[in-house]
């Protein structure tokens, strides 16, 4: 008979609860058991918890893209396969929960909050206060990247080109790093967890690929700021 392993996990619709809004629709909040030595431990699940932010959907004329769940249980089982490997023989369940959180946690999230304030900055520095405003509006529900996309279509070029340029100097790395994951990932709006930035070809993929399109930008500069948003995470 096969062993049966010490440590597992199972990642699952929790329909004994409440549903919970998730992009405007009642949705059973997904949870991870964690079983040790047949003994289960529940908590909620993380990437759930992110991707019920507004900007993870797709907002057009035709409505707004939800994540869907497939997507979220593939982020779910991806980490915690890892840490339940990692953790089998020596398994603490605080020490497993931290690394779980830190692990799945979004630094293009953060990456992009911060670049929509450079935004608003950028606009009001050109004299243009009405689209900092607008740009600050949007950017509750919708990602830097959709709106730097309406901007390259609307703004003059020579604008468009100065607010580039300055984001090499004055705003967090989020452009290379997006820019990224839309040439290696299929994903409605791209996730950058630290698990994925720490994985083992993640950053010499993407330093090869900012040599090549964005040599404006530094990369050890960019791996620093990574570390600072994750040692900010961790306090």
Sequence with gaps: ??????????????????????????????????????????????????????????????????????????LEERLLGHLT???????????????????????????????????????????????????????????????LNDLKISLDKQLFRKLTEGAVHYAPPYIPLCAFLRSSKRQIVPILSVQEWTSVNFKSDFKAFLHANYPGYDFDQIEQYTIKLMQAYQK
Excluded: C, W
């Design 85 to 147: 490997n990692k953790y089998s023989d020596d398994f603490q369940l605080d020490t497993f929960k931290r690394e779980y959180y830190l692990l799945s946690y979004d630094l293009l999230f953060t990456l992009e909050e911060g670049f929509q304030r450079y935004l608003t900055t950028f606009f009001q520095d050109q004299g243009l206060p009405v689209l900092s405003f607008l740009v600050a509006a949007g950017g509750t529900r919708s990602t830097s990247e959709h709106i």
């Design 1 to 74: 008979m096969k062993k049966q392993p010490k440590l597992s996990f199972k990642v699952y619709s929790n329909n004994r609860l409440q549903p919970v809004s998730f992009h405007g629709q009642p949705t059973s909040p997904l949870y991870i058991q964690v079983i040790y030595n047949k003994k289960p431990i529940y908590f909620k699940s993380s990437y759930f918890d992110q991707l019920s932010h507004p900007k993870y959907a797709i907002q057009s004329i035709l409505g707004h893209q939800p994540p869907v769940s497939d997507q979220i249980v593939a």
